[in-house]
């Protein structure tokens, strides 16, 4: 008998695991469906590219919509930065 409740719960465990997994597995496979840009998406891309700008720290241009901008409130002008750390450096220099 207790072989028998054993066996029931061991199959009622692998079968959890096995609806978990195959959820796990569609919600990747769904993921990965989004990352890919359409054809439209890239076509899009190609005929507007994006802006470029560079950091005022190191040169380095980066697209505007990752841009970290700053503007200085007494003369109003916009400083762009690469990151967080290269705006710190760039007021604490
Ligand atoms: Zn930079």
Same mark, same amino acid.
């Given at each position: 008998?207790?072989?028998?409740?054993?066996?029931?719960?061991?199959?009622?465990?692998?079968?959890?695991?096995?609806?978990?997994?195959?959820?796990?597995?569609?919600?990747?496979?769904?993921? #990965?469906? +989004? &990352?890919?840009? %359409?054809?439209?998406? @890239?076509?899009?891309?190609?005929?507007?590219?994006?802006?470029?700008?560079?950091?005022?720290?190191?040169?380095?241009?980066?697209?505007?919509?990752?841009?970290? #901008?700053? +503007? &200085?409130?007494? %003369?109003?002008?916009? @400083?762009?930065?690469?990151?967080?750390?290269?705006?710190?450096?760039?007021?604490?220099?």
């Amino acid at each position: 008998m207790k072989f028998f409740l054993w066996c029931a719960f061991i199959l009622l465990v692998v079968l959890a695991l096995r609806k978990k997994l195959r959820l796990w597995l569609q919600h990747q496979k769904n993921q #990965r469906r +989004t &990352d890919i840009p %359409t054809q439209t998406q @890239v076509e899009m891309r190609a005929k507007h590219p994006e802006a470029m700008l560079a950091c005022a720290h190191c040169g380095m241009y980066i697209p505007v919509s990752e841009a970290i #901008r700053h +503007t &200085d409130l007494d %003369t109003h002008n916009d @400083v762009v930065f690469c990151s967080t750390a290269h705006r710190q450096q760039y007021f604490s220099s």
